[in-house]
């Protein structure tokens, strides 16, 4: 007699239809689509939505059902090229309103969608786009935070009258990175009230008193938890600004996160244009605003390389010809409170709006070099790596360049416009210094581009060897076992669709290793079911009756099956803990894969055979090939 | 349909010399081939920059060469892969250049050869990025095979069982290595996961093998252990051809279907799968033979030894 208890067949089905429902969007596909969202950010209204859809149907371009997904439009295609016509026209029409991006709409019915179910993200090498890692100089933002601790500090002394015979900041623990600012005290000063004086400028840190040999020092320590602090402040700061440029960009599904200590990963879907998406992200960019050195002859200053007093010289230019600045900077880039590119008389403008400070040395200079040159300094940083002795040696480059030089025709203060650059470097500008220049230096160390269509051609091939790998295995288990054979199939089966829905819940992206992971689970997931079919078929020899092979096979293949899936399992788990990307989805995909496997060839196919050949029933002989 | 219609009995045991022969010439020749001739790293692992790229006509590879070196990039690698207007092109690391330089660069000298010429993939690595790659894939082999030996020391009771599972489990992937050494197939990320995968999965066979002698011994103390090993064998055979087939097809479906992308990937699963199948059968079992294993060493007669045993 063979029999299964009641509630494993509940918890059977039970699992296997919630699995249904959830793998369910999947299987819809996608419409090309045009996602509409507001530059200021707010969120589209069903009025506006209404609106932009009466608009686009005037253009007689075909639009499916659109619907707004987290305060963004999404409006469908039939096809990509209504989709692409639909862009310009809105483009062109909402330029100052809206920001568009190419993007996908699941086919998902409605119901589902309410929901909250999706379909599975498709990683970038299947949906096209760009991958980035940034490196971010976190020991940068330490030192900056010591060199400010290490300026008050001296404006304290000064306030409070102490002599003092150095202070600097200092690295106290091996690595030699400074972790401390430190005071030597000249020999008259009064230590106890240099003390007092610093207990302000310092808070928050360490402070020791010590008598060295070269005076009485005092020394504020940065604790391994601040540096750790402000490293995570750096971090989080720069992503707030990548995030922020990566929204201008309007890229769809952007996704902007922390990897590790000091690193942040950028993926881009779909965006082609990789050359200048890099640029508007990884630039560290600032501007200084300065007046032009018009007593000096550039040219010469050029020819000789030396720039006279209180000059400074500018090989490049955006103008082709050297100049000479002043060397005091009217303003600065973090003084600026927003740019927009947009169009004066004299073509495409960067509109120019500063803070207060600024606005009032603007106006003092304007008021005093009426008709005198100005000139606006785009300051980027970089990183260069070149090889001294065989070592390689990173250092960071900063590179300025001139990009504008114009007379200043008027009296202004906070308000004014750069003209003279082209429109879409003007739309460039306007996007950099709006986007806020990024907290410390970020660097771009690995890139990685999937061309759209090749992503197309890599969802189609893995697709094809999906159909085709589980065709072969079904066929091959029907031939092989029989009845027994088609159950095993239908377990597969089942196993597939239990792992797409424990993907689709966890909305780990699938890529193409993702792909060949559900492929391999499939092959592998077989095993499960040879081993017991085996065990069945051996028990079948000894003459034992055929239910109670069917309860020996399960039973005695038990241990087996658990065994031979630990080991695949470890190797899992390794993978997932340590790979990134791809091979992180390859990873969760078998690990998960085997936990599945287990479930519907152990439960799943004993619920089955049971159905099939439980009860009381006298059965000749099994159909297991 | 059966493989074997009948209950096999092949003399594994009898015929060992042969097979640890067979297994120690290609261990050595994968390893000479290793250490001789090392492996043809990808980018992911030097660092550097690798891009498809799409002509509009059939490209002139020693056009693309001439330009890609006036462009300042040293030994340019350029070939053909699939249709003549494709190429792919390999460009060693250069820690001079930023990524951004390096597209536009490499974007002006193939726009020179053909104005129509599109980039379809671009990776850049930078030779940080390939270091630390580096090191993690030797971790990850490392922890994984640590894992297992740790699971195999507490699973097999006897270290002669143990043995037999370890050497096969490291027979495997040193013959999948000595493959992409041997015939310098691109070794890239996706290789690593296979082997951690092999690894995983071709100790699979030799612990059902392993279960089942456990199993014989158990009914048949008296017998002689090689005898219990090539029933053993024998009679989890059909199961073990059966599973290695199954796989083996959807891994040959991924290898001629799957793209550029997986190929690596899916040669080095089907090579690790036909080694572990081969390891299971042929070397696992017999080293623990040799190794002295005997009915006692798995299920000893005093209960206090068995104990001891233990972890």
Not at chain 1, 188 to 193: C, K, N, P, R
Not at chain 2, 2 to 20: C, D, G, I
């Amino acid at each position: 007699m063979l029999q299964y208890a009641r509630w494993k067949y509940i918890l059977v089905a039970v699992v296997l239809l919630l699995a249904l429902l959830f793998a369910l969007p999947n299987f819809f596909g996608e419409d090309p689509a045009l996602q509409v969202a507001r530059k200021d950010h707010s969120a589209v209204t069903t009025d506006a939505a209404k609106e932009l859809e009466a608009f686009l149907k005037e253009r007689s371009l075909h639009t499916g059902q659109s619907y707004i997904d987290s305060g963004r439009l999404m409006v469908r295609f039939a096809s990509v090229a209504d989709q692409l016509a639909a862009r310009d026209a809105v483009n062109e029409k909402y330029a100052g309103t809206y920001i568009t991006a190419l993007s996908f709409a699941p086919r998902t019915p409605e119901f589902l969608r309410a929901l909250g179910l999706r379909p599975m993200p498709l990683g970038l090498d299947l949906r096209g786009g760009l991958y980035l890692l940034y490196q971010v100089d976190v020991n940068a933002a330490v030192a900056q935070a010591l060199e400010g601790y290490a300026q008050d500090a001296r404006r304290a002394l000064a306030a409070a009258k102490i002599p003092v015979k150095d202070l600097s900041t200092v690295a106290l623990e091996g690595d030699g990175r400074p972790n401390a600012v430190r005071v030597v005290l000249a020999p008259e000063a009064d230590a106890g009230a240099a003390r007092t004086a610093l207990g302000q400028a310092l808070q928050g840190l360490t402070i020791s008193t010590d008598t060295l040999p070269s005076g009485a020092t005092i020394t504020g320590l940065m604790t391994t938890a601040q540096i750790r602090e402000r490293q995570d402040y750096a971090i989080q700061q720069n992503i707030t600004t990548l995030r922020n440029r990566v929204n201008e960009l309007g890229v769809s599904e952007p996704i902007v996160q922390r990897q590790g200590i000091d690193r942040i990963n950028v993926q881009l879907p779909g965006v082609q244009n990789s050359a200048e998406v890099k640029d508007i992200l990884g630039r560290v960019a600032t501007l200084e605003f300065r007046l032009e050195d018009m007593q000096n002859n550039a040219l010469e200053a050029a020819q000789t390389g030396r720039a006279p007093l209180g000059s400074k010289l500018y090989m490049h230019t955006r103008f082709g010809r050297p100049v000479l600045l002043k060397r005091e900077v009217i303003a600065t880039g973090d003084q600026l409170t927003n740019a927009t590119s947009g169009q004066s008389q004299e073509g495409p403008a960067v509109n120019i709006k500063l803070d207060a400070r600024a606005g009032e040395a603007m106006l003092k200079t304007t008021q005093a070099n009426l008709n005198k040159r100005m000139a606006v300094v785009l300051i980027e940083k970089r990183r260069e790596t070149t090889e001294v002795d065989g070592k390689k040696v990173t250092r960071d480059v900063t590179d300025e360049e001139v990009i504008n030089d114009a007379t200043i025709r008027g009296v202004f203060s906070n308000q004014f416009q750069i003209t003279g650059l082209g429109a879409s470097e003007a739309r460039e500008l306007a996007l950099l210094l709006r986007s806020g220049s990024l907290a410390t230096g970020i660097y771009s160390i690995e890139e990685r581009a999937v061309g759209p269509s090749l992503g197309r051609e890599n969802i189609q091939k893995g697709v094809t060897a999906l159909i085709v790998g589980m065709a072969g295995v079904f066929l091959f288990m029907a031939i092989y076992y029989r009845t027994f054979g088609l159950v095993a199939d239908l377990v597969l089966l089942a196993n597939v669709v239990l792992l797409t829905a424990l993907l689709s819940m966890m909305r780990a992206s699938l890529s193409l290793p993702g792909i060949a992971g559900i492929i391999l689970t499939v092959g592998m997931a077989v095993d499960a079911n040879v081993l017991i079919y085996e065990r069945i078929r051996e028990e079948i020899r000894k003459g034992v009756t055929p239910q109670a092979a069917i309860r020996a096979g399960f039973e005695k293949a038990l241990s087996a099956i658990t065994d031979s899936n630990i080991t695949t399992l470890i190797a899992g788990v390794v993978l997932w803990v340590l790979g990134t990307g791809p091979i992180k989805g390859f990873a969760i995909v078998l690990t998960l894969g085997i936990i599945t496997s287990m479930f519907t060839a152990l439960m799943g196919s004993r619920a089955l055979l049971t159905l099939m050949y439980g009860g009381r029933r006298k059965i000749a002989r099994l159909s297991i090939g | 349909m059966e493989f074997f219609s009948h209950q096999t009995s092949f003399p594994f045991m009898a015929t060992r010399k042969v097979w640890y022969a067979l297994s120690a010439i290609l261990v050595i020749v994968s390893l000479v081939s290793f250490f001789t001739r090392g492996l043809n790293l990808a980018i992911d692992f030097t660092g550097g920059v690798s891009a498809e790229v799409n002509f509009t006509r059939a490209a002139d590879v020693d056009a693309v060469r001439a330009q890609l070196t006036a462009a300042g990039f040293h030994e340019p690698e350029v070939q053909i892969f699939g249709s003549s207007r494709d190429i792919a092109i390999r460009l060693p690391p250069d820690a001079k250049q930023t990524a951004t330089e390096v597209r536009s660069r490499l974007e002006g000298a193939l726009k020179s050869v053909d104005a129509g010429a599109q980039v379809v993939q671009l990776d850049i690595v930078g030779p940080q990025v390939g270091n630390e790659l580096r090191v993690s894939a030797i971790w990850a082999l490392f922890f994984t095979l640590f894992f297992i030996f740790l699971y195999i020391a507490w699973r097999f009771h006897t270290w002669r069982l143990s043995l037999g599972a370890i050497l096969a489990v490291l027979h495997d992937p040193i013959l999948v290595i000595g493959f992409f050494s041997i015939t310098q197939t691109p070794f890239d990320l996706a290789v690593v996961a296979a082997i951690l995968a092999v690894i995983g999965y071709s100790l699979n066979d030799t612990v059902v093998v392993f279960d089942r002698i456990r199993e014989r011994f158990e009914t048949n103390r008296r017998s002689a252990p090689a005898t219990v090993l090539d029933e053993s064998i024998n009679q989890t055979l059909s199961r073990t051809i059966m599973t290695k087939v199954v796989t083996s097809i959807v891994v040959v479906a991924l290898l001629f279907l799957g793209g550029s992308v997986l190929k690596g990937f899916s040669e080095a699963l089907l090579i690790g799968i036909i080694a572990g199948t081969y390891s299971s059968i042929y070397i696992s079992s017999a080293i623990a033979l040799d190794c002295g294993l005997t009915a006692e060493h798995v299920f000893p007669t005093v209960k206090k030894a068995a104990l001891d045993q233990l972890p």
